[in-house]
């Protein structure tokens, strides 16, 4: 099941780093990725894949010290192939 | 650098000793080298002690067992590069044991970063994932803050392991110091609702168990929990981690659970219809199989970290808060007569035995023989394998911080440098390490740490010159094929403790363990016991792996 979420994060390099390590360790795959600058945080949108329930990987976002807000945006349901 | 009136300014390097002194840190581990060369110089005279281990790995495991014994921080120093690697495996032991643990590594000067400097590794990337937070210093500016933050951090919360790295050209750096205050913490408000929830289970409960994790010792409920078990005479059960959280004369203490659980705590939970799981994570070695762990029960969750809620099991109820705040929102209806009775008859079913009728050092003998005659105040450190299991099984704690296993990472050489590390946090208590002839040898090095500070530290090293949990499994699972695991050309393992200036002796028989444990006790120095015991012995009971936890081997059913 595929998910869409925003994240905003510190503007350091390394929140980046830290906040995908967690995505891939956890078992979801990402299918989008896009970064922004503003007001002096980063703000990622980003889309990703697994057969996990999506809180498993929100409530590990939610507590890094970088990670300011998580807001899962939607939940879009694989179409069968 | 803007530098305003009243700045006080000192190196970084001093200022990361003055940081730590501040914050009531008297005592550090680690070894010196190149890049953090500065920091050391500026220990030269401090009021900070530090110990010098001979290996990283030491001074990492050192400074766990000096924040698992105290509840303090922990602080351990390396240099760059291959220092820093050394200390990882501690982190990660740190961090899947939530232990505040404080690292500070030193890096090369900024100007040479990433340009595969000598002793340069990308220390901050390394740390992404066996730490609770990471910085790099890449400002002078910035050092004060990030230390301030990075010891408020490994603190707060869930406790965790955190690093700072470096460079040593902000050591070196004059700095400014600015006092930094934490930012209200996001402290998680207990949902009403839930607690309503809660209690309505608790209410209808008639076989209740709680589920009693580490989560207790690092909230520091212990007072918490007993109030609430006296009051409902729960049966409860505990990982190996929260061993010592549930007094040992409580009625119902029905021990740890799980791969090599008593039969009682595995047999409560399988039969329960509501489990308290208060501050515990649901590990696999605690579940066996997962889909039949306490599959008839509802559970009703406690923890800081929100995370831990519905990651292996799903929960009727969760109160995510610390501890100390959530214990007491539970209603204490007492626990049905039914089940506390079936609770004691199983107990007294499966009760332990010690008849042991060979001629041999039987190791669970020893070990609850020497529970029993070591202060109550002592602590115990293990290593990982047969041993760690037996002295969980044998020996009673009164308190976490007096037994230190290394649980979530199961780390072997573990054992010793932490048991450096409770003895230099507390220095009029009986400490001690148990052993396995595998673990000893992988920090063995830290023997030379116990005479350099002359640290009573007591040994008992378990010998079946084996890697015994492995050729355990090799039995009971590979068709006894002992792949590496036959440790018979092990070294002498007493005059090995001699050339450290460790006196000690070697048993071989039933009939000497208990003069052993008069000397080891009674010693006032250092002392090790050597206790040969047969190679053939496993730990029982014993959850195969894919079973449920009401499926155990037994010694008379393998």
Redesign the interface.
Known sequence: MKHSLNIAIKNQSVAVERFLRVVRHRGFDLTHFQLNVDDGQYNVAMTVDSDKPIYLLTTQLTKLVDVKQVTLQSVHQQQAV | MSLRNGDLLMTGAELTIDLLAKHGVKDVFGYPGGAIMPIYDALYGAPVKHYLTRHEQGAGFAAVGFARSTGKLGVCFATSGPGATNLITALADAMMDSVPLLAITGQVPTAAIGSDAFQEIDV??MS??CT???Y?VERAEDLAEILQEAIH?AQS??PGPVLVDIPKDIQMAQVPFQPWLAADDYLPQLDLNQVAIANELLSEAQRPVAYVGGGVQAAGAQNELMQFLEKTQMPAVSTLKALGSVLPDYEYDLGMLGMHGGQAANLAVQECDVLVCIGARFDDRVTGNLGKFAAKAKVIHLDI???E???RKPAKASLIADLKTSLPQLECFVTPDAWREHSKEMMVKHAWRYDYPGEKVFAPYLLNQLSQRMPSTGVVCCDVGQHQMWVAQHMKFSHPSNHLSSGGAGTMGFGLPAAIGAQVARPDDFVMTVSGDGSIMMNIQELATIRRNNLPVKILILDNQRLGMVRQWQELFFEGRYSETNLSDNPDFVQLAAVFGIPGQTITHANQVDDAITALVNSEGPYIVHACIDDKENVWPLVPPGAANDQMMTESAK
Do not use: T
Request: glycine fraction near 18%.
């Open positions: 901050l990337g992404l994932s609770k937070h990471s790099m951090l919360g869930r970290d929100a995370a809620v519905g990651k």
